[in-house]
């Protein structure tokens, strides 16, 4: 299966503790994208990349939190210093950009990775 | 800005009957917009997307939405409802003019399905 993948799928850390989350893409596709889901709510746009650049931070991404995509293909999401409200589902979805402005931009999500902070 | 809401938390049908999850937005672009599901401990899934084209949209497992932009309404419907429906459904609006990418989600319609 080439789908999006993410690592771990579960994560229970303890308040003030670092955590890393992994999301690998579909190969070709050159958008990468967090979203964050809390309970019962729809996910929220965190950041993006296209390519190796970061293009967009949303307000939600405090400076405790830091993603990265180096060589334009995996990315990771980093959480510093950890607290009982990070607690969510952190989704990773990609995209295969062209010049059209409405082509081919639809976002396949990966499976997510649920973070409990205690 | 753009936004989606979901008029619906919560809606319940009976198996092989239809199914209707309501959806509104407001854009001050001509919007694109997206029907996705998700299941229990699964990914979120594209069930079909509006881009300006015809519509009526039809999507995957017999889903289609249609667009109507005097109502500013992009309604999911389903003429038969099946077990395997269940789940969380989100309508979605993309943010911003052309192709910038972020999406924003609605609150979401849980939809149960009796036997």
């Known amino acids: 299966d080439t789908g999006v993948s993410q690592n771990p799928r579960h994560k229970i850390t303890k308040r003030g503790q670092n955590v890393t989350f992994r999301c690998d893409p579909i190969?070709?596709?050159?958008?990468l994208y967090w979203y964050r889901q809390t309970l019962g709510q729809g996910p929220e746009f965190l950041t993006y990349?296209?390519?190796?650049?970061?293009?967009?931070k949303s307000r939600l991404l405090s400076d405790r939190f830091s993603a990265e995509r180096p060589k334009g293909s995996f990315s990771t999401l980093e959480i510093q210093r950890t607290e009982q409200g990070d607690s969510a589902m952190y989704l990773c979805?990609?995209?295969?950009?062209?010049?059209?402005?409405?082509?081919?931009?639809?976002?396949?999500f990966g499976p997510g990775t649920r973070l409990t902070v205690l | 800005a753009q936004s989606v809401t979901q008029l619906d938390s919560h809606v319940s049908v009976s198996e092989g009957t239809p199914v209707l999850l309501r959806c509104n937005y407001s854009?001050?672009?001509?919007?694109?917009l997206f029907w996705y599901v998700q299941h229990p401990n699964k990914g979120l899934q594209l069930l079909l997307k509006?881009?300006?084209?015809?519509?009526l949209v039809k999507g995957i497992n017999g889903f289609e939405a249609e667009f109507k932009k005097s109502e500013t309404s992009f309604h999911l419907t389903k003429p038969s409802a099946h077990m395997s429906d269940a789940a969380e459904y989100f309508c979605?609006?993309?943010?911003?003019?052309?192709?910038?990418?972020?999406?924003?989600f609605g609150q979401g319609t849980t939809l149960q399905v009796k036997p």
């Open positions: 979805a990609s995209s295969l950009v062209g010049t059209s402005p409405y082509g081919t931009d639809t976002q396949y």
């Open positions: 190969s070709e596709h050159n958008r």
């Open positions: 990349f296209q390519n190796e650049a970061q293009l967009e």
């Open positions: 854009s001050s672009y001509s919007p694109s």
């Open positions: 509006y881009t300006s084209a015809a519509t």
């Open positions: 979605v609006v993309i943010h911003g003019s052309g192709n910038t990418g972020k999406l924003i």
